[in-house]
């Protein structure tokens, strides 16, 4: 049944879930008949793991419930994480160390009069889809440029971000318009908006005064605040 899944909608699978159950087919029964037999069903199982809770009011929970047992079970099974930004992918191997990934392009640009080159590498963190853009100039050692006095200038920005400009190279030269007219900060928050302002230290109330001890209690305090007379010694004769 599992191999049917991929050409069923969202809407169809819960009903085929429902009947299942209606059958007096057991949960445990329903979720090996319909577990992923490839990658790909895989996949899209898991991508369907978040939006099965619209469904919630229109199908029963137990259905809506199984299909999200399933989408985790396939996730779980291929090796598949979920996204910050929602996109299913697979998880890194444990014990595998990361390597720094090699530009997916690079070219040149002119920036305040001069050429520097840009690399652009996608995707530099493993499972995220952070893009790494390094704008450096061309000479052996690097020379100050327009955009850094070291030579190097580099920011992370994700790779939605420079799809939505029209692609790296569009993206490089809006960016360096930005920094040469000091926009740089709004530029940036057009697209990825501010970050979270920080939230104000609280501050301790001061403790307050201490009232008056009054009655029996401010005569025995007032007693033991007098200052007591010295002791005098008697002369022996």
Not at 107 to 121: A, H
Not at 123 to 144: G, K, W
Not at 217 to 234: F, I, L
Request: proline share 9%; charged share 25%.
């Amino acid at each position: 049944m599992s191999e049917l899944f991929q050409t069923r909608s969202p809407q169809e699978t819960l009903l085929s879930i429902q009947q299942r159950l209606s059958q007096a087919a057991t949960p445990a029964a329903v979720v090996e008949e319909m577990l992923p037999r490839s990658r790909d069903e895989a996949l899209l199982w898991g991508r369907r793991l978040s939006g099965w809770e619209e469904f919630r009011g229109r199908y029963p929970d137990q259905a809506i419930s199984l299909a999200r047992v399933i989408s985790r079970r396939a996730m779980q099974q291929y090796r598949l994480i979920l996204r910050q930004d929602g996109c299913v992918v697979e998880s890194r191997a444990e014990g595998k160390g990361w390597k720094t990934p090699r530009p997916a392009a690079s070219f040149p640009l002119k920036v305040g009069g001069e050429e520097v080159r840009v690399e652009y590498t996608t995707r530099y963190f493993p499972n995220d889809d952070t893009a790494l853009v390094y704008i450096v100039s061309p000479h052996e050692p690097p020379q100050a440029h327009a955009l850094s006095e070291t030579g190097h200038y580099s920011r992370f920005v994700p790779h939605d971000v420079v799809e939505a400009c029209g692609g790296p190279q569009a993206y490089a030269a809006l960016l360096a318009d930005a920094c040469l007219r000091g926009r740089e900060k709004e530029f940036t928050e057009a697209f990825e908006g501010a970050p979270p302002a920080a939230e104000p230290k609280r501050h301790r109330p001061a403790n307050p005064p201490i009232a008056e001890a009054t009655g029996y209690v401010g005569r025995v305090m007032a007693d033991k605040e007098k200052p007591k007379e010295p002791h005098q010694q008697g002369m022996l004769f």
